[in-house]
């Protein structure tokens, strides 16, 4: 009688002892731990400057059908601007479309016969763009950067056909000023960066909660623990603490890359971050503990692990907005945990947004964690695989 | 040989018995391929954008009524002065403010130009390029048909040809990209897990004592994953084509032999992972942070590799992925053949060969 009313501090202490194997377990662990801490980092710095979308110096191929002064003075618009680059010449039109197929160019310029003539003639003439369209999103731009081009030519038509009367009178010009607010200067890492630490941080947890428990069961250790008067909502707090820890503390150095080495500015409250990162910790640490007591291999958890991150990511508006999206799509993006923490880490990092202003994704990150972590204790029955 | 064929036998049921992991490795490439297909894009089709029209004049009006005309335009309504553009902003309702100054079409006709301010979200930079061009085209546009119908010369236009894929339609781009993904996913990956899994639980000893020479039971472990790949690359293929009509241009033969020697790459991959540690974790880590990851960003799957900056472009080089999507998307959209990607077929079967030689060195450290 008298130790129960001493020990009420004794679940505590429970949880003190499973967090202190986990943490012996995953500091002994060798091979792992440089994983844990090296990889993600190199990741961050690597992949953070390759996710960009970026158009810098088309190589293209001419053929020039005309060869004419005026001819020549359009080729050498393209080629003085930067946008372009030359890589060959051809007067066949298969060794066009060759230049396509060996990856030579993504553009062919193709000048016809008589240009000079016609333009001279009627201020009128056309010139082909072969774009290699594999990819829509570059075609798009090397589309844009050829029009840019081509107006700029329109615009000084006067000068380089002086003889020709009426061209003074080309076109009207309306000047389009653009701005981008929040990144003025439009630099893609500002943007990529605070998504691409989410992915890291849900990688890390994920996969690492997600192998707990059914490493356990296929080393034979959860029987002794099943035996132990651990209970369950205790077992499953101890395990997920080291991971917490562990997550935020590979948050706040990506936190720190992102600042010194990316310059991506902050111009939310870190504490604010600190929150929603803990709340969305416990929503990925919740589901990996969930597959882990579900599965019968490490194998298998992780596969499953693996599967639901590829979809989540895919779906989050990390890598492609979630404006392109379908209705349907973009509606089922709501139930996507990612999707709510890269929309509430791009706010709070690049426009400052307040609690306020996240409040309805917060909402929906914390009814998850409470739904996972539900499950994941429910899930735990203390019977060996 | 009788022996080996029960061992791979075995190694069958072994994946086959375990319905989740069975159920992901044929479902997981037709999920992802309907939502690169059906969901997606990395084009926009949407812009919400909002008009500050400080003129109200014939030019704006016109102008207002081509950019929503196009289809790309929806209207988030007029705005009516400068403040509220900010406060659009910042309730994430819109992507784009299109501003045209006071007197437009005045000074458009008295001094041959007028100014007009594309705002658009710049936290995104890539929808805010986009969105500037596609209006930048729209305003051009519409210069032209005005100068046309006044009989004025309009100088050279440029006509576009998208050639390969006229549409522009992104599940082009992602199909090779996904089936690279997927190859290196169930190659790689499982395979080097499947096998450190032996030696975690000891069972590696218990096969290397038996009759089985050590190479019949790594290309015995193998065997399996390697048809499971096959059969991936086979439905990938087929559902693209029929269901989003991604052509193969090419020859099927060519790109079906050439997926075969980039399997056997990413096995020969997760061999040497699996020659390397012992543990399944370690493994898993590897092969995620080393493999999937780059094949995803580096290998040109989302983001172009000629956009990256050169460090990393030099690094792209190593990532077997960005070799075989030089291939399949050469054979699929552009038909190209052998002639062409002999080169790319090379460094596959160069690093096939490498990472083969590798891990039989390492084993056989091990097994002295």
Known sequence: MKNDRKDYLLPLRVIGHILRKEFLQIFRNRGMLPLIIVMPFIQLVILSNAATFDVAEVPFHLQDFDRSALSEQLVKRFTSTGYF?????????????????????????????????????????RVQLLINAEDGFTAGVVRAYANDIVAGFNRDLPLLLPHMTGLSAVMPVIDIRSSGWYNPELRYSEYMVPGILVVLVTIIGLFLSAMNVVREKEIGTIDQINVTPIKRWQFITGKL???????LGELTIGLLIARLAFHVPMLG?????????????????????????MTDTQQQAMFVAW????????????????ESMPHWAQNLTQMNPIR????????????????????????????QALLMLTLAVVRYRKVSA | MKRFIGFVRKEFFHIMRDRRTAAILFGMPILQLLLFGFAIRNEISEVRTGILDLSHDVVTKELTDKIFSSGTFVATGALNSGKEIGKAFASGKINEVVVFEPGFAGKLQRDGSAQMQVITDGSDPNVSRIVTGYTGSVVREYLLEKAASSGQPTGVEAVPLMMFNPALKSVYLFVPGLMAMILMLVSALMTSISITREKETGTMELLLVSSLKP?????????????????NVLTVVSLAFFVFGVPCRGSLTLLLAESLLFIMTALSLGIFISSVTNSQQVAMMISLAGLLMPTVLLSGFIFPVASMPLPL????????????????RGIMLKGAGIAVLWKETLVLIFMSLLFMTASVRKFSERLQ
């Open chain 1, 307 to 322: 599967f639901f991150t590829v979809i989540f990511i895919l779906m989050s508006g990390l890598f492609t907005p979630i």
């Open chain 1, 340 to 367: 709510h923490f890269v929309d509430i880490i791009r706010r709070i990092m690049l426009k400052g947004s307040e609690i306020q202003d996240i409040l309805a994704p917060l909402a929906i990150l914390a009814a």
């Open chain 2, 313 to 328: 472009q030099a690094i792209s080089n190593i990532i077997p992925a960005r070799w075989y999507l030089v291939i399949v």
């Open chain 1, 241 to 247: 603490l080291p991971f917490l820890a562990i997550s």
């Open chain 2, 215 to 231: 190479v019949q039971i790594i290309v015995g472990k193998v065997v399996p994953y390697l048809l499971l790949s096959f059969v």
């Open chain 1, 269 to 293: 409250s870190y504490g604010l971050l600190y929150i929603v990162a803990t709340i969305y910790m416990l929503v990925v640490l919740g589901m990996g503990l969930l597959i882990s007591t």
């Open chain 1, 85 to 125: 680059r030359m890589t060959g010449e051809s007067f066949r039109q298969q060794s066009g479309i060759d230049a396509l197929v060996g990856r030579k160019a993504d553009m062919v310029l193709v000048i016809p016969r008589d240009f000079e003539k016609e333009m001279s003639g009627n201020g009128y003439g």
